[in-house]
Nanobody
Framework: QVQLVESGGGLVQPGRSLRLSCTAS????????MAWYRQAPGKERELVADITSTHRTNYADSVKGRFTISRDNAKNTVYLQMNSLKPEDTAVYYC????????WGQGTQVTVSS
């Protein structure tokens, strides 16, 4: 059974940084791609970034140059470093292994506001 636990969200001012973490279990983490999605109020869930098992990365245009996805296979953890945060980054952030469609954690709230 796939389990995902996100953490690291919070309330920050515009321009500041946060690092999100997601620890996974129930599958061989190192063999699979991982992705971060986010969902803002009243909007559909959208892809933020993903990382393959070989550490190849992909980003949404809205976060390129500001966010960095990484993974630590020894810890079964994927990270999302978010810099230069903007109010439009406010959302609940989720991680997921795309190979297990529909597997989501509880998410972590990120609020960017002055």
């Amino acid at each position: 059974q796939v389990q995902l636990v996100e953490s690291g969200g919070g309330l920050v001012q515009p321009g500041r940084s946060l690092r999100l973490s997601c620890t996974a279990s129930g599958f061989t983490f190192r063999n699979y791609a991982m992705a971060w999605y986010r969902q803002a109020p009243g909007k559909e869930r959208e892809l933020v970034a993903d990382i393959t098992s070989t550490h190849r990365t992909n980003y949404a245009d809205s976060v390129k140059g500001r966010f960095t996805i990484s993974r630590d296979n020894a810890k079964n953890t994927v990270y999302l470093q978010m810099n230069s945060l903007k109010p439009e980054d406010t959302a609940v952030y989720y991680c997921t292994p795309p190979a297990w469609a529909g597997s989501w954690g509880q998410g972590t709230q990120v609020t960017v506001s002055s």
